[in-house]
């Protein structure tokens, strides 16, 4: 038979009360009873009941986090800094993947709902009727890249927009002007401001864009290979390539290499998000440096700010700064 609480007591000497404490971390048990309350639990294989405990405690001791996929560099560096910080309180997490589809978020949140402390969500078709409508307010709740327009959320945007800007004219002062971009998913919020932050650079340096030199991608490799397999049959070829993230500028470069193009000498190319393996394909990529992990080391930080200090915790609405790293798919620094 499964051992229970008060096996693990009877064994130990000692009350359930005491097993109890030693079991929520409580620092009242003298070390010496504790070790002997723990190799008593660990004889009689004795698993503490987690969800009678938090129906005690009304804690879970678990983050929760809504992210549209689940695929690709970027989750996987969230994911780590999120788990990385809330693991020196003890705390575990839960990831749902949404996969970009509203009915699918909303079964998230309903899921997370009573099984975590707090939630951190990253979607494109978030609003704040839907959260409001799905969670309760009492959640504390911390918003990746959303574009909810909520200041009672705490949030954290990345500058998209200053930082394909930037991106943009840095290929600019290279003597591009023929410059095209691997755009994402027509609704999501990111590939949205960075494609604003592109025409900017464009239309300051008064450069008309030939829409010849679009192409709408998913934030996959596949889709930087289809885009310059595209443009590879244009009379008037780019001389440059934004990709959107550094997945499709990943992609961009195997299909440029398959073709025998040089990079950067007959196509230069930039992406966005600085992976890690951006540094370590051939040619290295230059790109917009996010740090991933500590955008969701932030996440994890503020949530449990909100967490433990529910009485006295006022909302943030952050923006993660971008800045350019300059490697070898563009040429040389200027």
Sequence with gaps: ???????????????????????????VV????????????????????????????????SIGM???????????????????????????????????????????????????DGLIVMSP??????????????????LLNCSVEDS????????????????????LQHG????????????????????????????????IHDTDLEFTGDFTEEAGRKAVKQWLMLKNRPTAIFASNDTMAI????????????IPDEIAIAGFDDIPISRYIHPKLTTVQISINSMGIQAAEILLHAIHNSENHQTQQKIVPTQIVVRESCGKHL
Aim: a positive charge.
């Design 152 to 171: 009672s959320r705490d949030a954290i945007t990345i500058d998209n927009a200053g930082g394909a800007r930037a991106i943009v004219k840095h290929l």
């Design 66 to 116: 809504v992210l549209p996929d689940l695929h690709g560099e970027f989750f996987s560096e969230v994911i780590r800094g999120v788990d990385e910080r809330i693991q020196t309180e003890n705390y575990h997490l839960v990831v749902s993947c949404s996969h970009n589809k509203k009915n699918e978020i909303q079964a998230a949140l309903q899921t997370m709902r009573g099984r975590v």
């Design 30 to 61: 003298v070390e010496e009873t504790k070790q002997r309350i723990l190799l008593a639990a660990e004889e009689l294989r004795y698993a503490p009941n987690h969800v009678a405990r938090s129906l005690s405690t009304r804690k879970t001791e």
């Design 251 to 262: 992609g961009a470069i195997s299909m440029l290499q398959e073709n025998g193009i040089l």
């Design 125 to 142: 078709h978030i609003d704040a009727k839907t959260l409001n409508a799905n969670l309760p307010f009492s959640l504390p709740v911390v």
């Design 176 to 207: 591009h002007t023929r410059i095209a971009i691997i755009k994402g998913p027509d609704n999501n919020i990111d590939s949205i401001h960075r494609y604003q932050g592109f025409q900017r650079a464009l239309e300051e340096a008064k450069i």
């Design 1 to 27: 038979m499964k051992a229970t609480i008060k096996d693990v007591a009877e064994k130990a000497g000692v009350s359930i009360a005491t097993v109890s404490r030693v079991f929520n971390n409580s620092s």
